[in-house]
């Protein structure tokens, strides 16, 4: 239902771009967010959009990740800029809020690391 893909290495202040396809019920219906869980840490909301196109961002990552959506192509994407090695974390996306989750797969890994 829900793919992530896009993640690897980069160095510190390099970028990446992450995409998720979901499934056309999924996507016409619902609020989509990125969410990612560093080693040793809780899984956190980094980047949510409202159908609207409304969004919100995590402090840490405010100015440096962008999300948006395109309805054509069902998929949600987070464009991360300048990062950092705090930034290192599997990458989800899902549904938003949390609490509404579907399953979560395996997420695509975020390496930021000279």
């Known amino acids: 239902q829900l793919q992530a893909s896009g993640g690897g290495l980069v160095q510190p202040g390099g970028f990446l771009r992450l995409s998720c396809a979901a499934s056309g019920s999924i996507f016409s219906i619902s609020a989509m967010g990125w969410y990612r869980q560093a080693p040793g840490k809780q899984r956190e909301l980094v980047a949510a959009i409202i159908i609207g196109g409304s969004t919100n961002y995590a402090d840490s990552v405010k100015g440096r990740f962008t999300i948006s959506r395109d309805g054509a192509k069902k998929t949600v994407y987070l464009q991360m800029n300048s990062l950092k090695p705090e930034d290192t974390a599997v990458y989800y996306c899902?549904?938003?809020?949390?609490?509404?989750?579907?399953?979560w797969g395996q997420g695509t890994l975020v390496t930021v690391s000279s």
């Open positions: 899902n549904v938003y809020p949390q609490v509404r989750a579907l399953s």
